[in-house]
T-cell receptor, first 112, second 113 residues
Framework: GAVVSQHPSWVICKSGTSVKIECRSL??????MFWYRQFPKQSLMLMAT?????????EQGVEKDKFLINHASLTLSTLTVTSAHPEDSSFYIC????????FGPGTRLTVT | KQEVTQIPAALSVPEGENLVLNCSFT??????LQWFRQDPGKGLTSLLL?????REQTSGRLNASLDKSSGRSTLYIAASQPGDSATYLC????????????FGTGTRLQVTL
């Protein structure tokens, strides 16, 4: 199956700093990418949908100024958590789609 | 609004057993349905994709069926192994190029020796 990579796989940052997470589709071009977050023992919560070359569409309740999404190419999308706070600590998963939807391995963010 | 439910929420079986995981959805106007597995602390691995026009898909020991009219899908795992232990999620996708998946609540499977 297709491969989606994420970098970093885990990151620890201090409160108030910004963190960037990269998501790449390695062997296919994805016009649509998705960003999810997941809390322990819960299902995935969609944060935003991004299309290459256009602004991301955020789900209700997700702050677009806090979670900046850039989908600069058909194989790369980035999520930047700005001015991170401890409540932003979570597991962030990206996904890329052609016909089937493929998920990255996730990024564990811990804000201290 | 689409709602996806999975039963059972958790399941423990001895190695070698065949098992069935259930997924039901309220809106039958779906484009496709996917089954995923998620290991603890990991992302999702796509297992099977069934298009709305299909009735079933098979991959190795896995077989997924789809009955769109009744809003049901099942994932059949034959001859279960300890390595099958994971959380299994079904997700439905509506029509539309930027359409979003709606995930089920998941079934946590434990296969014991």
């Amino acid at each position: 199956g297709a491969v989606v990579s994420q970098h970093p796989s885990w990151v620890i940052c201090k409160s108030g700093t910004s963190v960037k997470i990269e998501c790449r589709s390695l062997d296919f071009q994805a016009t649509t990418m998705f960003w999810y977050r997941q809390f322990p023992k819960q299902s995935l919560m969609l944060m935003a949908t991004s299309n290459e070359g256009s602004k991301a569409t955020y789900e209700q309740g997700v702050e677009k100024d806090k979670f900046l999404i850039n989908h600069a190419s058909l194989t790369l999308s980035t999520l930047t958590v700005t001015s991170a706070h401890p409540e932003d600590s979570s597991f962030y998963i990206c996904s890329a789609r052609n016909e089937e939807q493929y998920f990255g391995p996730g990024t564990r963010l811990t804000v201290t | 609004k689409q709602e996806v439910t999975q039963i059972p929420a958790a399941l423990s079986v001895p190695e070698g057993e065949n098992l069935v995981l259930n997924c039901s959805f309220t809106d039958s106007a779906i484009y496709n349905l996917q089954w995923f597995r998620q290991d603890p602390g990991k992302g999702l691995t796509s297992l099977l994709l069934i298009q709305s026009s299909q009735r079933e898909q098979t991959s190795g020991r896995l077989n997924a069926s789809l009955d769109k009219s009744s809003g049901r899908s099942t994932l059949y795992i034959a001859a279960s192994q300890p390595g099958d232990s994971a959380t299994y999620l079904c997700a439905v996708r509506p029509y539309g190029t930027a359409s979003k998946l709606t995930f089920g609540t998941g079934t946590r499977l434990q296969v014991t020796l």
